[in-house]
């Protein structure tokens, strides 16, 4: 079972879409977000003008963008980028307590936030290449990589999810210890005959994951009007080659991970669904009334 940690966000402006900073307790990371009508203020602060990597997030004539960056100074840098790309509005710069990064750790950091960034595929990087990545020793890299580990738990918190991918390792077993029940996950199961569709998939920890190998649909098939933003997601993971055409049929390709069990259900129907009541267990339970078994367990 993973341990808990703990964050602290303190919003400068006093409100929450407005400069922040992020850090973790026993971490030496630095996180501070600047929306681009705030720049002056933000390059003003001392953590801005440190070494670091900063990200910046925005949007074009077709659609979100991202820039993954690094720079001895960073505030220098965003005066530049300030003239010199307009589609961005906010910036996140990456540093430490003390200043404590140099040149190698930050072209490190800026060639894996590259690489993490294009593997997720979630949102389109402005940059080109993966940068190559500086030559560090193994206890540098090492480092690195438990910093990486951190601020990854950190950049969701401020609402920068482009390094998070949906897809998940085969490892449903290990997965489902995180759930506190007991170490054989419950398996649920989504049939739509009329279109030959079969789908499972488990709960681990927060996450509903839809199973590798599971049937859904090719293509969209529902109302892409609806307020709904399924529709998207089914594309992408088309796109990406998650759902692959197999034999005439639709293949999830990989294990992926949802928030909820109707996210799921809309990926396989390939049309909104509840999957509250699409979802069954063997037994036939469904999903609603798996759950609030589990929440009659919670006094016992």
Known sequence: MNKGRSLELYFVDGRPDGMLTAEVFNWTGHVLRIPKIRLPDGL??????????????????????????????????????????EWWDEAVLV?????????????????????????????RLENGNIPPKASLNEAATANMESFLDTLHMVLPAIRVDMFQTRTRQNLILDASKSIGQNDNPTTFYFTVKRNDLSASA???????????????????????????????????????????LTNGQAI?????????????????????????????????????????EQLEKVDE
Do not use: C
């Open 44 to 85: 003003r602060r001392p953590e801005a003008k440190q070494t670091g990597v900063y990200v910046l997030l925005g949007q074009d004539e077709t659609g979100a963008l991202a820039y993954i960056g690094e720079a001895e100074n960073m505030a220098d840098r965003l005066r530049q980028h300030a003239s010199q790309k």
């Open 252 to 292: 999830l390709a990989e294990n992926v991970a949802f928030s909820s069990p109707s996210a799921a259900a809309a990926i396989v129907a390939g049309r909104s669904s509840n999957g509250r009541t699409s979802w069954k267990t063997q037994g036939g339970k469904t999903y609603a009334e798996w759950e609030e």
């Open 202 to 244: 488990v709960v681990a920890g927060d996450e509903f994951i839809l199973q590798k190998g599971s049937r859904v649909r090719s293509q969209w098939a529902g109302d892409r009007k609806q307020n709904t933003h399924y529709w998207k997601l089914h594309d992408e993971l088309v796109a990406k080659g998650t759902i692959r």
């Open 95 to 123: 540093t430490t307590a003390g200043d404590g990064l140099h040149k190698a750790h930050v072209k490190y950091l800026e060639s894996r936030l590259v690489e993490i960034a294009k593997d997720a595929g979630v949102m």
